[in-house]
T-cell receptor, first 115, second 109 residues
Framework: DTAVSQTPKYLVTQMGNDKSIKCEQNLGHDTMYWYKQDSKKFLKIMFSYNNKELIINETVPNRFSPKSPDKAHLNLHINSLELGDSAVYFCASSQGREGFYNEQFFGPGTRLTVL | KNEVEQSPQNLTAQEGEFITINCSYSVGISALHWLQQHPGGGIVSLFM???GKKKHGRLIATINIQEKHSSLHITASHPRDSAVYICAALSYNTDKLIFGTGTRLQVFP
C-alpha cells in the first residue's frame, strides 16, 4: 500500500496555464507538507498544514495555493505558471502537530515542466 | 553562504568502505534530519536526532550541538547505498527546516 501518493508523476504544460497536483496519505498523519526541489536539487519547504489548518507558508508567490479538503489530502494549485516553476514538487506527511520534530514520509514527487 | 553546509559534495567509494558525510550548521537548532534521495528521485527519512547518536542497521548518525555539527556514517558500504544524502536543520528560532545541498554518494562494486 502506498503511504503518500501524488498525482500526476509528470506534468508538462505551457506558461500561463493553471494546474493542480494532488497528494494523499493513508498513514493517519495530522500534518502534511509541500516541498519544492529545484534544478540544483535544493529542497525547500513551501507549505505545511496540520489538520486542514495552514501552519507554515513560506515566501511563496500567491500564485501557489494549497488546499486541504481533509487531513488525508493536501493539493497544490498553481495559477499562471511561469518557467521558474519548473521543479520537482514533493508532498510529505508526519504524525502529530509537532511537525518537523517527527519523521517525515515523502511522496514520489511530481516533475513539473513549464514550456 | 548556506546556513546548512554539507561536505563533501560528491563522494565515491569502493564496496565495503566506511563512509562519513558531514553536516555543519550556523543556526541554533532543535533537531536535525538526515534524508536519503534515491537515484530514481524518491526521498526517505533516515534519522531525526537532537542529541547523541542513533543507529539503524549499517547507518549511524551523530550530532554535537556545541560544535553545530552532525555526521552520517555508513559501515560496510554497498552499491545500493548510492544516493544523495541530505541533512536538514530545524531552526530553534523559526521552527523552519533548512536543507543542506546534499552529498552525492556513489559506491562501486
Amino acid at each position: 500500500d502506498t503511504a503518500v501518493s501524488q498525482t500526476p508523476k509528470y506534468l508538462v504544460t505551457q506558461m500561463g496555464n493553471d494546474k493542480s497536483i494532488k497528494c494523499e496519505q493513508n498513514l493517519g498523519h495530522d500534518t502534511m507538507y509541500w516541498y519544492k526541489q529545484d534544478s540544483k536539487k535544493f529542497l525547500k519547504i513551501m507549505f505545511s498544514y496540520n489538520n486542514k489548518e495552514l501552519i507554515i507558508n513560506e515566501t511563496v508567490p500567491n500564485r501557489f495555493s494549497p488546499k486541504s479538503p481533509d487531513k488525508a489530502h493536501l493539493n497544490l494549485h498553481i495559477n499562471s505558471l511561469e518557467l521558474g516553476d519548473s521543479a520537482v514538487y514533493f508532498c510529505a506527511s508526519s504524525q502529530g502537530r509537532e511537525g518537523f520534530y517527527n519523521e517525515q514520509f515523502f511522496g514520489p514527487g511530481t516533475r513539473l515542466t513549464v514550456l | 553562504k548556506n546556513e546548512v553546509e554539507q561536505s563533501p559534495q560528491n563522494l565515491t567509494a569502493q564496496e565495503g568502505e566506511f563512509i562519513t558525510i558531514n553536516c555543519s550548521y550556523s543556526v541554533g537548532i532543535s533537531a536535525l534530519h538526515w534524508l536519503q534521495q534515491h537515484p530514481g528521485g524518491g526521498i526517505v527519512s533516515l534519522f531525526m536526532l537532537s542529541s547523541g547518536k542513533k543507529k539503524h542497521g549499517r547507518l549511524i548518525a551523530t550530532i554535537n550541538i556545541q560544535e553545530k555539527h552532525s555526521s552520517l556514517h555508513i559501515t560496510a558500504s554497498h552499491p545500493r547505498d548510492s544516493a544523495v544524502y541530505i541533512c536538514a536543520a530545524l531552526s530553534y528560532n523559526t521552527d523552519k527546516l533548512i536543507f543542506g545541498t546534499g552529498t552525492r554518494l556513489q559506491v562501486f562494486p
